[in-house]
């Protein structure tokens, strides 16, 4: 499964997928699902990512959803059922009163249980935080650094623990 975006119509994008029809063969790609369409003239996606859950073989699409010159951007989603044709709602992960930039945001993993643990920028306050897919919902995010982050958060896992990497101040933290 690979993600595209591209500009359908300026400055809206589109966020499609590709899934290959043979595991051990790339060249061999299904049709295009529309993952998110642009629904107005000023609406704008970007940013996505993929997350595959470990067991169910299901997948969770995480991307920005930004009203150009309206109030709000969230970070948005919509799971991929593994033996379904089509996606299910859009959830809202985070709602923000200020237009998203044009920076990655989010970083998520998947473990064992098909849980999705998901940091991000909050872009209102420039915090770091943390929330969690399971059973269907996100919990409510807790702020993991109340200092003013810059960008590019990671989120890995080894064997145990998870670990958050993120820019703050020019300098890398964990």
Known sequence: MFLDQFTSG????VIVAYKSTNADDTTAWGSQLSVVAVSGSLTTYSDPI????????????IYNFDNIGGPLGDIAGKLWNNGGSSLGTESVIANFTTNIPSVNLTSAVSVSSDTIHLIYINVDDSKLYYTEYSSGAWSTPIAIDTNTIDSFPALTKNNTDLYAFYIRSNSIFY
């Open 50 to 61: 993929v997350v595959p859950m470990t067991t169910s073989g299901n997948m969770y699409f």
């Open 10 to 13: 300026t400055p809206r994008h």
